[in-house]
């Protein structure tokens, strides 16, 4: 079947700190999506990213589409980045309705 | 643009009522529509998919009597749970898009409490 994979499951940063968030995907993609979940459970589109990477403020986002994943960086975390980070994929083969990741969860402390 | 706007954020209800829940497009018309659930700390996961003009396509494992689902024009899809018990309780998202080329917007999700 489908498989999203995101890894770590959680994380805990300082206040300033850098992370990586991955997410494998099992199949070829037409598209990806990055989301950013707040505590009030609001979906936050961060990046659109099938391939190639993006860079947008203190985030940016890179898909290698031939291996298979896609990494998410953040840079100099602020409390405000904590919550669920989702990785999303429409696979190919399946039309247009995304499969959600399990999801990391990252908390930021001050 | 592409605004998903959804409607109630948050409601709840006694068992054994039905509770409607509203997606629109505010900016761009939608064909196709999705439904999410997502339960307490986990992912989230496709319902059905809302086709204007014609009935959803329901996932496995979702009863089709029970979430209603109507979308009866390009900007408005409805969910509606019917005869609803607590282990409905859950947040339910939508999402749309003008284009899937460029990416979807999810609307700010309900959380539906069954008491």
């Known amino acids: 079947g489908i498989q999203v994979e995101q890894s770590p499951p959680d994380l805990i940063l300082q206040e300033g700190a850098n992370s990586t968030l991955r997410c494998n995907f099992s199949?070829?993609?037409?598209?990806l999506q990055w989301f950013h979940q707040n505590p009030w459970g609001q979906l936050i589109n961060l990046f659109y990213?099938?391939?190639g990477t993006k860079q947008n403020g203190r985030l940016s986002a890179t898909t290698v589409a031939t291996e298979r994943y896609s990494l998410l960086y953040i840079s100099s975390s602020q409390t405000t980045d904590s919550g669920v980070y989702f990785c999303?994929?429409?696979?190919?083969?399946?039309?247009?309705?995304?499969?959600f990741g399990p999801g990391t969860r990252l908390s930021v402390l001050p | 643009g592409a605004v998903v706007s959804q409607h109630p954020s948050w409601v709840i209800c006694k068992s054994g009522t039905s509770v409607k829940i509203e997606c629109r497009s505010l900016?761009?018309?939608?064909?196709?529509m999705f439904w999410y659930r997502q339960f307490p700390k986990q992912s989230l996961m496709l319902m059905a998919t809302?086709?204007?003009?014609?009935?959803?396509?329901?996932e496995q494992g979702v009863e089709k009597d029970k979430f209603l689902i109507n979308h009866a024009s390009l900007t408005l899809s409805t969910l509606t749970v019917t005869s609803a018990h607590p282990e409905d309780s859950s947040f339910y998202i939508c999402?749309?898009?003008?284009?899937?080329?460029?990416?979807?917007?999810f609307g700010s999700g309900t959380r539906l409490t069954v008491v």
């Open positions: 999402s749309a898009s003008p284009d899937p080329y460029y990416g979807y917007t």
């Open positions: 199949d070829s993609v037409n598209n």
């Open positions: 990213i099938p391939s």
């Open positions: 999303a994929v429409v696979l190919d083969n399946y039309g247009q309705n995304f499969v």
């Open positions: 900016d761009f018309q939608a064909t196709t």
């Open positions: 809302s086709n204007e003009g014609s009935k959803a396509t329901y």
